[in-house]
T-cell receptor
Framework: NAGVTQTPKFRILKIGQSMTLQCTQD?????MYWYRQDPGMGLKLIYY???????DKGEVPNGYNVSRSTTEDFPLRLELAAPSQTSVYFC?????????????FGQGTRLTVV | AQSVTQLGSHVSVSEGALVLLRCNYS??????LFWYVQYPNQGLQLLLK??????LVKGINGFEAEFKKSETSFHLTKPSAHMSDAAEYFC???????????FGQGTELSVKP
């Protein structure tokens, strides 16, 4: 059982370039999330989705876009990369059974913008 | 609004010593609280969660946490530290919608031989 899979694991971007961080889960979870992790800041929610076709902004959505065309996939798009987007990005998923549900995390994508 | 504060960004203990990682929360509704662990270059893994069934919660790897409503705390403890416990630990509270998590700043635990 693969769980939550993120690709790529590492990426270096130049300022102004664009890229898509891929996330897929095989647990049939309705809810999916994108977080960014910066040193000393914990994890901040970028975007989330409660099901296919439904997405909403989290705490730090500026500079990012998402889509959710299937239950399994939740890609995160950076259109014009900026140094402030240098971070580690985590995708997570939960089943739709309430607020006490464990979140399952991918291994992360380490992005550097130069 | 909900928030989580972890006291101490870095904690260092000797092998065999007590581990105590502090977490205080703020919530206008009964909270669901979690502790996650992150080993180097890995994703986050659930250690334990509080869901109002019992105030003392036991988790994996010998960790436990006690929910104290009067102190708005959910501190993580382990009686005897092991070298393999070295990692970053995050306290989190579940948001008002679905499974959205609000994280504390994280505490890096070092274990000295």
């Amino acid at each position: 059982n693969a769980g939550v899979t993120q690709t790529p694991k590492f990426r270096i971007l130049k300022i102004g370039q664009s890229m898509t961080l891929q996330c897929t889960q095989d647990m049939n979870h309705n809810y999916m999330y994108w977080y960014r992790q910066d040193p000393g800041m914990g994890l901040k929610l970028i975007y989330y989705s409660v099901g296919a076709g439904i997405t909403d902004k989290g705490e730090v959505p500026n500079g990012y876009n998402v889509s959710r065309s299937t239950t399994e996939d939740f890609p995160l798009r950076l259109e014009l990369a900026a140094p402030s987007q240098t971070s580690v990005y985590f995708c997570a998923s939960t089943p739709p059974t309430g607020m006490n549900t464990e979140a399952f995390f991918g291994q992360g994508t380490r992005l550097t913008v130069v | 609004a909900q928030s989580v504060t972890q006291l101490g960004s870095h904690v260092s203990v000797s092998e065999g010593a007590l581990v105590l990682l502090r977490c205080n929360y703020s919530s206008s509704v009964p909270p669901y609280l979690f502790w996650y662990v992150q080993y180097p270059n890995q994703g986050l893994q659930l250690l334990l969660k509080y869901t109002s069934a019992a105030t003392l919660v036991k988790g994996i790897n010998g960790f436990e946490a006690e929910f104290k409503k009067s102190e708005t705390s959910f501190h993580l403890t382990k009686p005897s530290a092991h070298m393999s416990d070295a990692a970053e630990y995050f306290c989190a509270v579940s948001g008002n919608q679905g499974g959205k998590l609000i994280f504390g700043q994280g505490t890096e635990l070092s274990v000295k031989p």
